[in-house]
T-cell receptor, first 113, second 111 residues
Framework: EADIYQTPRYLVIGTGKKITLECSQT?????MYWYQQDPGMELHLIHY???????EKGDLSSESTVSRIRTEHFPLTLESARPSHTSQYLC????????????FGPGTRLTVT | DQQVKQNSPSLSVQEGRISILNCDYT??????FLWYKKYPAEGPTFLIS?????DKNEDGRFTVFLNKSAKHLSLHIVPSQPGDSAVYFC??????????FGQGTRLTINP
């Protein structure tokens, strides 16, 4: 059973606010990912990390930033939220030894008003 | 361009019958394929996977078939149960431990 946590689960915030979405995993996985998903659409990779101090942008351009100071923690930050950022944000992780199976957190549903 | 496509946005199946979900891909470099199940307000849960060196993988009620020449895979669920009602995502990997997802198919199992 995967142990990956995301907080908050739901967030409604006004335009221009700075927000940080938290993601933590207790499995010691080196690789972590952030996806963005809109209803009825595919998951889009926006950021990933292969280890501490390693971060890369994903396939979908995003105004968010990430950091990886500790193996277990991979927070995502939006400096100035806009309504276009309204979406579900999903965090995932995987171990080097496994083919490609990723374990997902429960997600954060973000609404920017 | 979308590299992984699930052309059926929704599927309705009677309880006890077989559910067949389909997925097509365009990138011949993909060598590992996965199916995920997602309930509303939850993250996707891994269901079953298949390597490109195989054409079938079975796990209980779930079987995934891969047709490399057609670049097509399918997920069979038999017998279908009400708890199987969810959105199913197909995903593919071509190395680098990155996944490309399809748009998902909403499966509804009717009693």
């Amino acid at each position: 059973e995967a142990d990956i946590y995301q907080t908050p689960r739901y967030l409604v915030i006004g335009t221009g606010k700075k927000i940080t979405l938290e993601c933590s995993q207790t499995m010691g996985h080196d690789k972590m990912y952030w996806y963005q998903q809109d209803p009825g659409m595919e998951l889009h990779l926006i950021h990933y990390s292969y280890g501490v101090n390693s971060t890369e942008k994903g396939d979908l351009s995003s105004e968010s930033t990430v950091s990886r100071i500790r193996t277990e923690h991979f927070p995502l930050t939006l400096e100035s939220a806009r309504p276009s950022h309204t979406s579900q944000y999903l965090c995932a992780s995987t171990a080097w030894a496994e083919p490609a199976e990723q374990y997902f957190g429960p997600g954060t549903r973000l609404t920017v008003t | 361009d979308q590299q992984v496509k699930q052309n059926s946005p929704s599927l309705s199946v009677q309880e006890g019958r077989i559910s067949i979900l389909n997925c097509d891909y365009t990138n011949s470099m993909f060598d590992y394929f996965l199916w995920y199940k997602k309930y509303p307000a939850e993250g996707p849960t891994f269901l079953i996977s298949i390597s490109s060196i195989k054409d079938k993988n079975e796990d209980g009620r779930f079987t995934v078939f891969l047709n490399k020449s057609a670049k097509h895979l399918s997920l069979h669920i038999v017998p279908s149960q009400p708890g199987d009602s969810a959105v199913y995502f197909c995903a593919a990997s071509g190395g680098a431990q990155k996944l490309v997802f399809g748009q998902g198919t909403r499966l509804t199992i009717n009693p």
